[in-house]
C-alpha cells in the first residue's frame, strides 16, 4: 500500500526548540509539500521541493526551512518554535507534471507551549 | 480575491439527495483540477480529478469542468451518512492551490 508517513502524530514542543517533522514517502515521487492547517485559514504552502537537494518558497516560509537529501524524504525544520506555528502539520508527494494529485500524510499535530 | 474559491458553508442535505459543491478559480492557464476530501481529524483525500471540459463520472460522484467559466463542481448523487466531510477544490498549474472548503452533513 503506497503512502507518505510522518513521522509523529502527536507532538509538544517548548517554545525556542528546534523542531524536526520528518515525512517519508514510497511512490517515488518527484515533488514534495508541506502545508499547515488552521481553522478557519485553510491549507497553506509553507515549503515545496521538485527534486533532490531543491527547494522553493512556499507562501508562509517565514520560521521554517526544509531539508531534501533523498528523493523520497522531506524535513520540515522550525528553528525556534514559537506558540502561532501550532498547528497540524501535513506533508504530501506528488509526481511532477500538472496532471497529477497529491497523497497527503496523516498529518502532525505540533503544540508548542 | 482568492485564487480558488469554493461556495460557503457549511451545506447539509438529507440522506439519499444530490449535494452539489461548487469550485471557481482565477488562473485561465490551470489545466488540472481535483476534489479532495477530509473527514474531521484526518488528512486530505485525492477522490476526483478531471482535466477536460464537460463531466467525468466515478461510481456516485461526478466532477464538471466549464473552463470558460472557470468553473469546477462536484455532485455526489445518492448522499450517504458517510459522505459527511470537508471537501476541498484544488486546481494546479505547476503546484497546487486548494480552496478552503466546503464543510458537507449528510443527515439521515
Known amino acids: 500500500d503506497v503512502k507518505v508517513t510522518q513521522s509523529s502524530r502527536y507532538l509538544v514542543k517548548r517554545t525556542g526548540e528546534k523542531v524536526f517533522l520528518e515525512c517519508v514517502q514510497d511512490?517515488?515521487?518527484?515533488?514534495m509539500f508541506w502545508y499547515r492547517q488552521d481553522p478557519g485559514l485553510g491549507l497553506r504552502l509553507i515549503y515545496f521541493s521538485y527534486d533532490v537537494k531543491m527547494k522553493e518558497k512556499g507562501d508562509i516560509p517565514e520560521g521554517y526551512s526544509v531539508s531534501r537529501e533523498k528523493k523520497e524524504r522531506f524535513s520540515l525544520i522550525l528553528e525556534s518554535a514559537s506558540t502561532n506555528q501550532t498547528s497540524m502539520y501535513l506533508c504530501?508527494?506528488?509526481?511532477?507534471?500538472?496532471?497529477?494529485?497529491?497523497?497527503f500524510g496523516s498529518g502532525t499535530r505540533l503544540t508548542v507551549v | 480575491q482568492k485564487e480558488v474559491e469554493q461556495n460557503s458553508g457549511p451545506l447539509s442535505v438529507p440522506e439519499g439527495a444530490i449535494a452539489s459543491l461548487n469550485c471557481t478559480y482565477s488562473?485561465?492557464?490551470?489545466?488540472?483540477f481535483f476534489w479532495y476530501r477530509q473527514y474531521s481529524g484526518k488528512s486530505p483525500e485525492l477522490i476526483m480529478s478531471?482535466?477536460?471540459?464537460g463531466d467525468k463520472e466515478d461510481g456516485r460522484f461526478t466532477a464538471q469542468l466549464n473552463k470558460a467559466s472557470q468553473y469546477v463542481s462536484l455532485l455526489i448523487r445518492d448522499s450517504q451518512p458517510s459522505d459527511s466531510a470537508t471537501y476541498l477544490c484544488?486546481?494546479?498549474?505547476?503546484?497546487?492551490?486548494f480552496g478552503d472548503g466546503t464543510t458537507l452533513t449528510v443527515k439521515p
Open positions: 504530501a508527494s506528488s509526481f511532477s507534471g500538472g496532471a497529477y494529485g497529491y497523497t
Open positions: 484544488a486546481v494546479r498549474a505547476g503546484k497546487s492551490t
Open positions: 478531471i482535466y477536460s471540459n
Open positions: 511512490m517515488d515521487h518527484e515533488n
Open positions: 488562473d485561465r492557464g490551470s489545466q488540472s
